[in-house]
């Protein structure tokens, strides 16, 4: 992956669209374990989002600086 | 061996004690100075060109709640993204002419300080934000315009980072969050609201505590809707049940009106001694009082209010054999008309009563499982404002920036702008709150002691040390007296007014400029811009004075028009939130004032009670059987007029007018009484029999010697005798 993205001649780094993306990742994820009622089977869910939200990020972020 | 045992037993209980009370208080001064210095980090890391902004943030958006926390920077995020945008347009507009620059940035904030007076949740922090972040990216941006577009983006960026850690911080380490607290009330409250009816079924609640209890589960309604919307933000677990919640927040409101009329209709005929009436009424009492005495003053689980609903749907299955019975017995002590529609209307509010609990009770049980039926709900919590106060805030809010500009353009001071920028700041923030004189007073004193603190920090301080953990270490103490004072509700504004403008001015960017000169005198602008909107919030409309009850008295009244008019749809439950939440406010600018406390909260029982018997009737005629006896027939031609007398009576509550309702609700009850019905005139099956009990209900308040339409009725009278000056005072 191109570690810069040009959007109409602005340059971007990479991770920053990719922080966008894990967000609505995540939201997704959450969305989907609050509907079935997942959450009761963890300690701390804020704790949990987090961690979750780490790995995302921490995943696709590893793909641009590799 | 057993002393020992003791002691440690005492110390225990010592320390569980305080770690319930001050140790909540520490951990969130913990948590506040975390997510300060780690947000203050980074922003030094990343070289953000204000640190200290994003650092300001966190304290801003801390609060001791996760999902307060949530809320905020939401709204705050919101708000500064409107207010750069405006700012940049305005400056891209007015670059070259300073004055047209200033005059459309105040009419700005005056706009954002009447949106967060009108509302007054965390959204109107959005409209705080807004309105100050235009002030406070573009003022010192004024005399470089091309830098304008930089701060913008700067300003948006550090805010972003504040958030962030203050969230993450707020969320992972040791949340409390606003779903617990939201529960723990939820549960206390039926407890009490048991109790309260107990008392009140008996006979042995004097009018004190009546009312004390009435104002409670007052405050109570309108924070639970506050915290609902912000556990949204905060827990899954709470949004999928936030239909209910909404539901049950109606319910609660909805049986503690049905209690209040059922109370106002109880005293009134203890009033005059035990009559054979009373006698009649007092078994099915006793009863419910019976069954509720297990429930009172303990919170109520779901477990509990399964439990609670199944005993209440028994009571009321034997409800009208019961009643039916008690009534032969009453019949035959040969009681007048007048007592048995009083013993009608008593078994019908009391019915109704049961019903509404036995709803409350099964929404509270259905709280526990994940998914249910009861999770449909469409009537929201509708909350009202007065025009008129948003409106003077607003005005206040232009008039404050107007002088400070015109000040600053006249003298050129060179601190003008963050005069200008301060009072822009303060005023938006007081204007969220009941009382923005005292409010912008404490920022002020804040402030002088941040600039006390500041000076001798900055200039005798800082140059000695070295490296980031000592600028901790250093700057700690302050945070952490500010932080204590922004968790005890009577010095907000000293903590508030320390820790953001201590920060502004004393906390060093990565390049640290030491300039005495421009310390003082900035400090100076800054204390006498809070001092300018202490004083306009004393003089420009304060929204604590006479003026103001005044008119939400009379808002407060006209919801008996709205709830004659309104469409029929979801009425009850906007009717009621709206009547409640027009007397909290009204409440919280009358405080310190007892008298006049007491006598908003008669009218809104007044109101509660006649517009509650109005939507009860209304829904009636709107579900009666299609029959020639029901329709356009004089009885409902009798209740239009006396809707539209009463809506009259509550605009302008004087004798002639009260006389003229009275009138039209005895017509109304004679004209029902003349007609016929088609189904046996039993308790449960005859519409017209509770149309009647509605009717004489009505009557039975506007007749209460007590209620303040006699007092205003009296008070005409009195008025008008001795001379003809009624508005001397």
């Known amino acids: 992956m191109p570690r810069e993205l040009a959007f109409h001649g602005v340059y971007i780094p990479t991770v920053t669209v990719m922080f966008l993306v894990a967000m609505v990742l995540s939201w997704a994820l959450d969305r989907f374990m609050s509907g079935l009622d997942l959450y009761r089977f963890f300690w701390h869910p804020a704790l949990l989002r987090l961690s979750l939200f780490s790995c995302i990020f921490g995943a696709m972020a590893l793909t641009v600086y590799r | 061996m057993v002393r020992n045992w003791l002691k440690s037993l005492e110390w225990r209980r010592g320390l569980n004690d305080w770690a319930r009370s001050d140790g909540v208080t520490w951990i969130y001064i913990g948590k506040v100075l975390t997510a ?73 904030v005056g706009f954002c300080c009447a949106g967060a007076a009108r509302y007054r949740n965390f959204r109107a922090y959005g409209f705080v934000l807004a309105g100050y972040t235009a002030a406070m990216t573009g003022l010192p941006a004024l005399a470089h315009p091309d830098t304008s577009f930089m701060a913008a983006m700067w300003r948006v960026l550090e805010i972003s980072l504040g958030i962030v850690c203050s969230t993450l911080v707020s969320a992972a380490i040791l949340p409390q969050s606003a779903g617990a607290a939201m529960r723990n009330t939820l549960y206390q409250r039926f407890g009490t609201f048991a ?96 069954l509720l005495e297990p429930f009172a003053g303990r919170a109520l689980t779901n477990a509990d209010a399964a439990l609670l609903a199944n005993r209440l749907s028994v009571y009321k299955a034997d409800l009208p054999e019961h009643v039916r019975s008690l009534r032969a017995e009453f019949v035959k002590t040969g009681p007048s008309d007048d007592d048995l529609l009083d013993f009608h209307t008593a078994y019908e509010l009391l019915y109704r009563f049961v019903d509404d609990m036995h709803d409350y009770a099964q929404t509270h049980a259905s709280l526990a499982d994940h998914r249910h039926a009861r999770e449909k709900w469409v009537e929201p919590f509708v909350s009202t404002t007065s025009w008129l106060s948003s409106l003077a805030s607003g005005v206040r809010a232009t008039f404050i920036l107007g002088v400070m500009s015109v000040y600053w353009v006249a003298t050129a001071w060179p601190s003008g702008a963050s005069m200008t920028l301060v009072s822009a700041a303060t005023v938006a923030l007081s204007a969220t709150t009941p009382n923005p004189r005292r409010m912008s007073f404490q920022m002020a004193c804040g402030t002088f002691l941040g600039a006390v603190l500041g000076f001798f920090i900055t200039f005798f301080v800082l140059p000695r040390i070295d490296g980031f953990p000592l600028l901790c270490m250093v700057l700690a103490p302050v945070f952490v007296l500010g932080t204590f004072l922004t968790t005890r509700p009577q010095w907000v504004g000293y903590g508030l007014g320390l820790l953001i403008f201590f920060s502004i001015g004393s906390a060093p960017d990565n390049l640290t400029v030491y300039n005495p000169y421009a310390f003082i005198n900035d400090y100076i602008a800054m204390v006498l811009g809070m001092l300018l909107c202490a004083a306009a919030g004393a003089i420009i409309l304060p929204p604590n004075s006479r003026w103001l009850w005044e008119r939400l008295e009379g808002n407060l009244r006209q919801q008996v028009s709205f709830a004659i008019s309104a469409p029929l749809r979801g009425i009850r439950s906007s009717f009621e939130s709206r009547t409640r939440d027009l007397l909290h406010q009204a409440y919280g600018l009358a405080a310190g004032k007892p008298e006049v406390q007491r006598n908003l909260l008669r009218w809104m029982f007044v109101v509660l009670e006649i517009g509650h018997a109005i939507i009860e009737l209304r829904r009636e005629q709107d579900i009666l059987p299609v029959h020639p006896s029901y329709e356009s027939q004089p009885w409902r031609q009798a209740i239009r007029a006396m809707g539209r007398s009463l809506i009259r009576l509550f605009i302008q509550p004087d004798r002639h007018n009260l006389s003229r309702s009275l009138s039209a609700v005895d017509h109304a009850i004679v004209c029902v009484q003349n007609t016929d019905e088609p189904f046996a005139p039993h308790f449960d099956t005859s519409a017209l029999r509770r149309v009647k009990s509605y009717l004489h209900f009505i009557r039975t308040c506007l007749l209460d010697p007590q209620s303040p339409l006699a007092g205003a009725a009296s008070e005409q009278v009195s008025a008008a005798s001795p001379q003809g000056q009624p508005n001397a005072s």
Not at chain 2, 49 to 57: C, D, H, K, L
Not at chain 2, 67 to 87: E, I, N, P
Not at chain 2, 96 to 103: A, D, K, T
């Open chain 2, 36 to 108: 300060a210095f780690l947000t203050y980090w980074i922003a030094m890391r990343l070289e953000l060109a204000q640190p200290r902004t994003a650092m300001i943030t966190v304290f801003i958006v801390m609060q001791p709640q996760s999902g307060q926390v949530f809320a905020k920077s939401f709204y705050r995020l919101l708000g500064t993204l409107a207010g750069s945008v405006v700012m940049v347009t305005l400056m891209a507009l007015f670059a070259q002419n300073s004055e047209l620059f200033l005059g459309s940035l105040a009419i700005w």
């Open chain 2, 195 to 290: 109790q309260f009816v107990i008392n009140g079924l008996r006979g042995e609640s004097d009018p004190a505590s009546f009312e004390a209890s009435n104002v409670r589960f007052i405050a109570d309604a309108v924070g639970l809707e506050g915290l609902r919307a912000v556990t949204v933000f905060e827990d899954p677990h709470m949004r999928r049940r936030n239909g209910r919640l909404n539901r049950l927040n109606s319910e609660f409101m909805t049986i503690t009106t049905r209690f209040n009329a059922l109370h106002q209709l109880l005293e009134r005929l203890r009033r005059r001694g035990v009559t054979p009436a009373v006698q009649a009424i007092d078994p099915g009492l006793a009863a419910l009082t019976r």
